[in-house]
């Protein structure tokens, strides 16, 4: 196994910025287009694509209870077994809309 060739997906856990802040952060460093999907409602999700046709999903995390639900959300894949971020070629990408994210 070459661990050059791996993949890996992540998924990040926010509080204190609604899901629609988090979406925005992603599409300041990725580009693309942002949509509020409202469905499942109760997840309130949020989805950014990004310029390279990939698909960050923002939405809420019930396992996250300091903080009101408004404000807590998960960032993570939009589609079951895959994730929009490779860490070999996305590595600055995903710390620069870290670091915005918490910036806003």
Avoid: C
Wanted: hydrophobic residues 40%; without cysteine; negative net charge.
């Amino acid at each position: 196994m070459n661990l050059k060739e791996i993949h890996y997906g992540v998924e990040i856990e926010t509080v204190k910025r609604t899901r629609e802040q988090i979406a925005w952060a992603i599409h300041s460093v990725v580009g693309g287009t942002v949509r509020h999907v409202g469905i499942p409602s109760g997840y309130d999700p949020w989805e950014v694509e990004d310029l390279r046709g990939r698909v960050w999903k923002v939405v809420g995390d019930a396992s996250l209870t300091s903080v009101p639900a408004h404000l807590r959300a998960e960032v993570g894949e939009a589609e079951a077994g895959e994730s929009p971020v490779d860490f070999h070629p996305a590595e600055r990408e995903i710390h620069g809309w870290i670091s915005l994210a918490f910036r806003a």
